[in-house]
C-alpha cells in the first residue's frame, strides 16, 4: 500500500499579504514625502539649516522669504 500524499499550506497567501503591506508602507512614506517637501515651512526650515554652516551654499529650495 502507497501512503497518501501530503499536502502542504502554500506560503502564497503569506507572500501576497506581505507585499501588498511592503507596498501599502511605500505608497503611504511616499506621498507622505512629496507632502512634506512641498511644504513652506519645510522647505524655509530646510533652507535654515542648509546655508547655516556656510552662507555661499545655495538651497536647492530657493523659497520666498
Known amino acids: 500500500m502507497q501512503a ?7 506560503a502564497m497567501p503569506a507572500i501576497l499579504i506581505g ?10 512614506l511616499a506621498i507622505g514625502g ?8 519645510f522647505q524655509r526650515s530646510f533652507c535654515n539649516s542648509y546655508t ?11 523659497p520666498s522669504p
Not at 512629496?34 to 515651512?41: A, G, K, L, T, W
Not at 547655516?52 to 530657493?62: G, K, W
Open 34 to 41: 512629496v507632502i512634506m517637501v512641498q511644504s513652506p515651512d
Open 52 to 62: 547655516s554652516s556656510d552662507s555661499n551654499l545655495t538651497c536647492p529650495f530657493n
Open 4 to 10: 497518501p500524499a501530503r499536502r502542504g499550506i502554500s
Open 19 to 28: 507585499c501588498g503591506f511592503a507596498l501599502v508602507v511605500v505608497l503611504v
